[in-house]
């Protein structure tokens, strides 16, 4: 009897070890999971659940037949399996069934989630879906490959929401606001002329960013009539498609296919898609699928254990430790390789530290080495991560084959950023030269920069021009149009807003970098005034396609910037050393003009020099030429790869609020 007595009181304590709750000293003492079997893998004989919850006591797997209604069918218990992870194996098919986990810490039950490593999922991304993946490719797919790329310099990107791109009546599209208008051709405005995808195409852009299209909280994809519009900048679950953008959410499958369908539709237009992630907050904090797994952990806290907020949407996650790296990471690389996509755009990558960034860099070049990294240098608010480890605008020489976005180039060009009444060098500001030319040079060291006055960096930041992101706008802020009308001078006409609109896209198709536009700016874009269109309607947000006809020669305009940048590596060069040789400025010695040329066939350029006049004053500005038989490509407000005029004077007039490009042979 005693021996049964002491055996049982064993099995009690045993059982209670398990099941209180478990504690480390601090999170860099949480154990690792290295596998790579987390969440689900599936067999038509049988699926194996793991999730990585070391602080719990007890997990659940809750199994569904349906994506939103009735109870759980069947509720199991997980095992308790290796480096703070629990495991469950059913075998059986269980194709089209549903799933979600229940994590227990200490005495409480926390709220069910579908996981944080969940690739399918039914409507709302509430409860994960047990699917065989490779019923979602549509046909061709395994012969899909990224169109061509030699260098990043070659990268034209083209920044576009999904509803943006075909939501309005002149789009001529059918699959208003989906994944599948990317794939319609011959789409026409009401005059006729090409939009969506042929139009991309006609403009030569080699890169569509798409604003977040992973599956995002804030749309309630059971209400599609709702038109209710948003960004997406509220993540929800990483690696599903956002389910609003399919043609039908409640089915797991669809969203997969439609956005696989629509990068094979880009390639096969020989263009590249970059997602843009948002890695650094969750849409919610306690009730994230992260939090609702392991509490805390994936988040940085303060010193006096608040939750901090370099995002301004309430938290940021923890890059530096170990399984959010890890997450963010594998994520990456699956979106590269399960969806083809072909670069990232990192939100707020400042919240992010230096060696996660490089991480993802060399994870991606294993999978191959020209998708392009890019992200904004920067945080929203103060961060407990060191500035120092912080992969932000300053450190980005310690980024490996990352970019960042130029704020000291953007708002050199159209003013400032936070007071949408102040204009910049386009539209005659005086005193911007150093700003605008150390954007010219692509951020890096140069000799004739005095790095004493450009607006925000005081001193070279990269060590290569692609690590420089060029743009004077984006879906931030005031579009290029409302920002250039708001900051207009005093008697500013509609002819010189044209004028400073055109001035400021031809600096930044023809500096050392990676050119980035907003979709619609080449057709003269307006978003009527409104700073963050995040939540406007589509009233607001859509492109109207039907100004295209209205500003055909603003799209002309664009179109022969591209074509420029595209037949001239001049603009191109990727060495530091050759830009830094042959990339020299000329001192002018009037205000607000700006002229450099490109010497000696730089970069294999068929031409022997180039000169570029870049004239930010409202009135015409003569120069005496550099000797030579100069010819004009590019003058008020005209362009023309083939050349316009030979030069016959050494004397040379820019017009007003223009550029001029010239070359000799």
């Not at 004989?45 to 199994?63: D, G, N, Y």
């Not at 994944?179 to 403009?203: Q, V």
């Not at 500035?387 to 050199?412: G, M, P, T, Y």
């Not at 159209?414 to 150093?434: C, N, Q, R, Y």
Request: with cysteine; charged share 20%.
């Amino acid at each position: 009897m005693k021996f049964k007595i002491v055996n049982m009181l064993f099995i009690i304590a045993f059982f209670c070890s398990c099941h209180q709750k478990v504690s480390y000293a601090t999170f860099d003492d949480y154990p690792v999971y290295e596998g790579d079997d987390l969440e689900l893998i599936y067999t038509p004989e049988s699926s194996q659940f793991r999730i990585w919850a070391p602080t719990a006591s007890e997990v659940k797997l809750l199994l569904y037949d349906n994506d939103s209604e009735g109870s759980a069918y069947q509720i199991v218990s997980m095992k308790s399996s290796t480096n703070g992870t629990w495991i469950k194996k059913i075998s059986e098919n269980m194709n089209g069934k549903f799933y979600t986990f229940q994590v227990k810490i200490a005495d409480k039950w926390l709220d069910e989630t579908p996981g944080m490593w969940v690739k399918a999922t039914g409507i709302n991304g509430k409860r994960a879906a047990i699917i065989d993946m490779s019923t979602t490719n549509p046909e061709g797919w395994d012969n899909d490959k990224r169109p061509a790329q030699a260098n990043f310099s070659d990268i034209t990107l083209y920044e576009v929401h999904v509803r943006d791109f075909s939501m309005s009546p002149t789009s001529g599209m059918k699959n208003k606001g989906k994944f599948l208008a990317f794939t319609e051709t011959g789409t026409k405005n009401t005059a006729d002329e090409s939009t969506g995808i042929d139009h991309l195409k006609a403009l030569g852009i080699s890169h569509i960013h798409l604003l977040p299209a992973f599956d995002f909280a804030s749309v309630d994809e059971t209400k599609p009539s709702e038109n209710k519009y948003n960004w997406g900048y509220d993540p929800q679950n990483y690696n599903v498609p956002e389910g609003s953008y399919s043609t039908n959410p409640h089915d797991p499958t669809c969203r997969i296919r439609e956005f696989k369908m629509m990068v094979q539709a880009l390639h096969r237009s020989d263009i590249r898609l970059v997602m843009d992630v948002v890695y650094n907050h969750t849409s919610a904090g306690e009730k994230s699928n992260l939090n609702l797994l392991v509490p805390g952990y994936f988040y940085r806290q303060n010193a006096d254990s608040t939750w901090s907020n370099a995002s301004g949407c309430g938290n940021e996650t923890a890059s530096e430790r170990a399984m959010m790296r890890k997450f963010i990471v594998e994520s990456v690389v699956y979106w590269a390789t399960e969806y083809h996509v072909d670069g990232f755009r990192f939100d707020l990558m400042g919240i992010h530290d230096i060696v996660t960034m490089n991480a993802v860099r060399e994870a991606l070049d294993k999978v191959d080495p020209s998708i392009v990294l890019y992200g904004e240098g920067w945080t929203a608010a103060a961060s407990p991560l060191s500035e120092e480890k912080r992969a932000i605008k300053k450190n980005a020489s310690q980024l490996k084959w990352i970019a960042v976005f130029s704020d000291d180039l953007r708002d050199a060009l159209k003013g400032s950023w936070m007071h949408a009444e102040i204009p910049g060098f386009v539209s005659g500001t005086d005193s911007l030269e150093e700003s605008v030319k150390f954007g010219i040079v692509g951020g890096i060291q140069h000799d004739s920069i005095d790095y004493t006055k450009p607006i925000y960096s005081k001193a070279p930041y990269v060590k290569f021009p692609t690590q420089t992101i060029n743009y004077v706008s984006c879906h931030d802020d005031l579009c290029l149009v409302d920002k250039l009308t708001e900051s207009k001078p005093a008697g500013t006409t509609d002819e010189e807003l044209i004028r400073f609109n055109k001035l400021a896209q031809t600096i930044v198709f023809t500096s050392q970098g990676i050119p980035f536009i907003y979709a619609g700016e080449e057709l003269y874009r307006t978003k009527k005034g409104i700073h963050n269109t995040y939540q406007s309607p589509d009233s607001i947000n859509q492109i109207n396609w039907n100004l295209k006809t209205t500003h055909g020669d603003v799209f002309a305009y664009y179109q022969g910037l591209i074509a420029l940048r595209k037949a001239h590596p001049a603009f191109r060069i990727t060495n530091p050393e050759l830009i830094q040789k042959h990339l020299r400025f000329i001192n002018t010695k009037v205000p607000n003009l700006i002229a450099y040329t490109l010497s000696d066939h730089v970069n294999g350029e068929k031409w022997k020099d180039i000169l570029v006049l870049l004239n930010g004053n409202r009135k015409a500005v003569s120069m005496t030429l550099p000797e030579g038989a100069w010819n004009v490509i590019c003058h008020d407000g005209k362009i023309d790869v083939n050349g316009i005029t030979p030069i016959k004077s050494s004397q040379f007039s820019v017009a007003a609020s223009s550029a001029s490009i010239l070359y000799i042979n």
